[in-house]
């Protein structure tokens, strides 16, 4: 159910009180269950795949399920609704070619004597982007259930930002070498301030919550459950992970990785059966209409393009170049992605999700 609101003196927004039932019902994106299940629950995933590393289950085939089946294939289900789509390549132009460039970035830092160092920023570009996914969807639940208040959104934009960010750079700050040594003391000192000021902040968001609950305002259940469901896994998938040092980003990528891609098929698909569906879909859009025409043709167009340009490509020219060559194919994704998922200036794609 959507929040009302009144306007106060101030010009500022206040939530109605909320009672009896109304204080659970929600405004879910495709609904309670099929939010819950993907959106929310597929963090479970995630909290499995730590689970079974810590207990000492074999890394490979929990690297196989993650590269083959979710995350490999979630890159190059963009293509679906890009490359494929008449419409989107005439609005999106000369930008598509962003791959060539992004393909030669790797190769070019490999053969410079460079490639830990690009490697590294290719895992900080992809939990950035990752990041940029949840609070996507927070954003999404906020419009969704039209909560509007100034304070409530300042705090979760913070508050998600800073337990996603936080564990994420002292990742970093513990496993690469070319940050320890003489920026130790900093380094320690720079880490007790802010765990000091995200704890702050967490108690101030905490506290937000208990005073919303007692004022009998209504909730914003489906951002809380999110909330509740991606942050102690980035603490726990990173702060596992910063055990094997450098090569801990695999052990942090494939959990981290398995929500992500989860929801991001799941979102995909619901954008592409609602987008591609209209009677003259066809004309406009092309090819995409095909791909959306039921999940089996998705999938096998979305794993059988990671097959064929993410791991063939490996198999035939392994090495340390080709790798980080490959890493150009995700960059696409994760710059196509900041520009295709702008809700507020596509009417088209907020009718896609429901949102208009």
Known sequence: MSTPSVATPSGLTTPF???????????????????????????????????????????????????????????????TRTYFDKAERKKLGWFLWILAPLLLVGPVAAMTGHAALFFLAAFIWQQFHVVKQHFGFVMLYKAKNRERYDIDRKLDRWFLLASLFVPMGLFVLKTQQVLQGAWVSAGIIATYTVMTAYAVLTGAWLIRQVIKWREHAQMNWPKLALLAAVVPLQWLALGFAARFGIAGSLQAAIPLGL??????????????????????????????????????????????????????????????????????????????????????????????????
């Not at 004309?283 to 959306?292: E, I, T, W």
């Not at 791991?311 to 995700?330: C, D, K, R």
């Not at 696409?332 to 507020?344: E, M, P, Q």
Request: charged fraction near 15%; hydrophobic fraction near 50%.
């Open 259 to 356: 929500f992500h891609g989860l929801q991001y098929h799941r979102l995909i698909w619901f954008h592409n059966r609602n987008r591609y569906s209209a009677p003259d879909a066809e004309q406009r859009n092309g090819m995409a209409v095909h791909l959306a025409s039921n999940v089996a043709t998705y999938l096998t167009v979305a794993i059988g393009l990671h097959f064929l340009l993410t791991f063939m490509p490996q198999v035939l020219f392994p090495g340390q170049t080709m790798q980080a060559a490959i890493w150009g194919i995700a960059f696409t994704h994760y710059c196509l992605d900041a520009k295709i998922w702008r809700v507020r200036s596509d009417k088209e794609l907020a009718v896609a999700l429901k949102l208009a």
């Open 17 to 79: 009180i909320a009672s009896g039932q109304e204080r659970f019902r929600s405004n879910w994106i495709i609904s309670q269950r099929e939010d819950l299940t993907w959106f929310i629950g597929s963090a479970l995933a995630g909290y499995l795949a730590v689970a079974l590393m810590w207990a000492g289950f074999p890394l490979l085939p929990l690297q196989a399920v993650w590269f083959f089946g979710v995350d490999g294939p979630h890159v190059l289900a963009t293509v």
